[in-house]
């Protein structure tokens, strides 16, 4: 991290698919400088450009994923999970000592409606048995439907569950949550994102079932 | 099944806890006769007498689980983690054509706030493999806390999310999330389960940081 208490550059590596371009945004109306990452520099720019103008911004740039990773004080990762480990390995040097946001779900196509646990039994856990203890993995995002990141006619109706073995690194990803519009919670310790992430294949059939576009969970009983 | 469209009589094994009484109570405030099954016989017919009396109501028993399951339309099981597989044993052949509702969370103390999947990634997984395709299990109610339950002073802001491979069967126990005064959603196949389940570590973490006393969840963005 270039400072420690001040994080202003997020990358978002895969930040040209919804997830990520909807992140983006959202960071972006709020002030922080956002590089989107993706494996060609030239369609990471154009989704930069494009973003910028649909959504007023200018603090949007793009590029490859190693140098986006290298120049951000926290990364942020939505890649299909099919990519999940091949972008780990390319931007490993350049997270040390960064903190690593996983937005990972470990579908695996046909059955995204299905949990299919992988082997590590969540991406997050597999990326930081990967990274290794000099980057701190935090799991979020994981249940937020694009759509409403990318709109910003509502409100979102969805809470974002927060897990991650270090506190430090968690209260900078909840103060990253509050930023990009959604109430943060801290909910546990990054073992706990078996959970979280298993939960969006449940909500991608609940769309389905119900005929939702984008199902989000609210943690309702809390003195919040 | 005595009558195959027509449930009246449930079972709760493990009735004497907290959750297996607050659902005994909302079944019998809807008109179901409930066996509390226990161990102890004994001990069962204390709880439904004591139900009985605290609620007003006078359609719950008490028996063995034995006698219990066998003497049920549908059987409900919500004892801890660790009674899981024994109780299964005893009473395998009552639940024979059934439908077992598991509402078991795979806890296992002291770390109840953690994520810790069981061999069978899934208690209800685990119920499913060992009583065969003869008993449908769906798994419902793992995230909805007892303190709820047992109070019918306000509505209970928490959805059941209900997994299972029998349509019929969830059908089934959707209707008694109904008539238990929560929404139930069908949350598509038993292996689903996983998700469900290992929220609950998440919600116990939730009310101890945040002070609740009963955390649950509601589904966001469906057109319900």
Known sequence: MTDDNLIMTLAILGGTGSEGSGLAVRWAASGYRVIIGSRSAERAQAKADELNATFDAGNICGMGNVEAAARA?????????????????????????????????????????TVQLPDGQSAALEAQAFLGDTVRVVAAF???????LLNFDHPIECDVLVCGDSKEAKAEVLRLVEAAGMRGLDAGLLQNAIAVESLTPILLGLNSRYKGRGAGIRITGLDL
């Open 73 to 113: 004080d926290l990364v942020v990762l939505t890649v299909p999970y099919a990519a999940h480990q091949e972008t780990l390995e390319v931007v490993r040097e350049g997270l040390q000592g960064k903190i690593l946001v996983d937005v990972t779900v470990p579908l695996k196509p046909p059955k995204i409606r």
């Open 142 to 148: 994981q249940n937020i439907s694009a759509e409403h």
